[in-house]
Nanobody, 124 residues
Framework: HVQLVESGGGSVQAGGSLRLSCPTSSSTFSSYCMGWFCQAPGKAREGVATTPTFGSATYADSVKGRFTISRDNAKSTVYLLMNSLKSEDTAMHYC???????????????????WGQGTQVTVS
């Protein structure tokens, strides 16, 4: 079982920045694809970004050029740097760990078996 605990959320003005962190308890962190998802009230949870075990990160179109996902395998931690925040970024943000199946989609929440409890991001 892998435990994930998000932190770094808060309230910021439009145009501001936040850095989310998600340390995990996994001793095999480097073998997991790590993703960030967000869920606004009344909406489905959707993928924001993912960093695979190898290769380049992938981003939702809505955050390309503004957000950067990164991982530190030595610390078993994934980060999300959020710049130029907009009001539409307001949501609960979750980190997730999974092993994407061949043919699976990075933003399909069913591909991730472990989730954190979420951290709220509010942009006004």
């Amino acid at each position: 079982h892998v435990q994930l605990v998000e932190s770094g959320g808060g309230s910021v003005q439009a145009g501001g920045s936040l850095r989310l962190s998600c340390p995990t308890s996994s001793s095999t962190f480097s073998s997991y694809c790590m993703g960030w998802f967000c869920q606004a009230p009344g909406k489905a949870r959707e993928g924001v970004a993912t960093t695979p075990t190898f290769g380049s990160a992938t981003y939702a179109d809505s955050v390309k050029g503004r957000f950067t996902i990164s991982r530190d395998n030595a610390k078993s931690t994934v980060y999300l740097l959020m710049n130029s925040l907009k009001s539409e970024d307001t949501a609960m943000h979750y980190c997730a760990a999974g092993r994407i199946r061949v043919g699976g989609r990075w933003n399909d929440r069913r591909e991730y078996g472990y989730w954190g409890q979420g951290t709220q991001v509010t942009v006004s």
